[in-house]
């Protein structure tokens, strides 16, 4: 079964199964905020900083096997394998999508 993710949200779980800092980047707005494990980040700076350091470091891959529309956003769910403790491990990512971009994203596990 293939999700229909939007476009931005489709090239950035591309791009992190390649594990391409870049092509990660690429979709998220220029000041795009994440709130990932009770850290807040802002700009392609610091999110840069965090793929380079917590996602391709440990080989982090999201693979979502669910997506669902919640609000003013697109909440995508499944598991991250990698060379981490607990790996693999659920998450949900929730994506505020503006201007074809990701304006926003909090991630939980």
Do not use: C
Request: no cysteine; net charge negative.
């Amino acid at each position: 079964m293939t999700l229909e993710l939007p476009i931005p949200i489709a090239a950035y779980v591309a791009a992190n199964a390649r594990l391409d800092v870049n092509g990660m980047l690429a979709p998220f707005a220029a000041d795009a905020v994440v709130r990932d494990n009770g850290a807040i980040l802002q700009g392609h700076a610091e999110l840069r900083r965090l793929f380079e350091d917590e996602v391709v470091a440990v080989k982090a891959i999201f693979a979502p096997d669910t997506v669902r529309h919640e609000d003013d956003q697109v909440v995508v769910e499944g598991p991250a394998h990698g060379d981490f403790k607990g790996s693999p491990i659920r998450f949900t990512y929730r994506f505020t999508l503006e201007n074809d971009a990701i304006k926003a994203l909090e991630i939980t596990a």
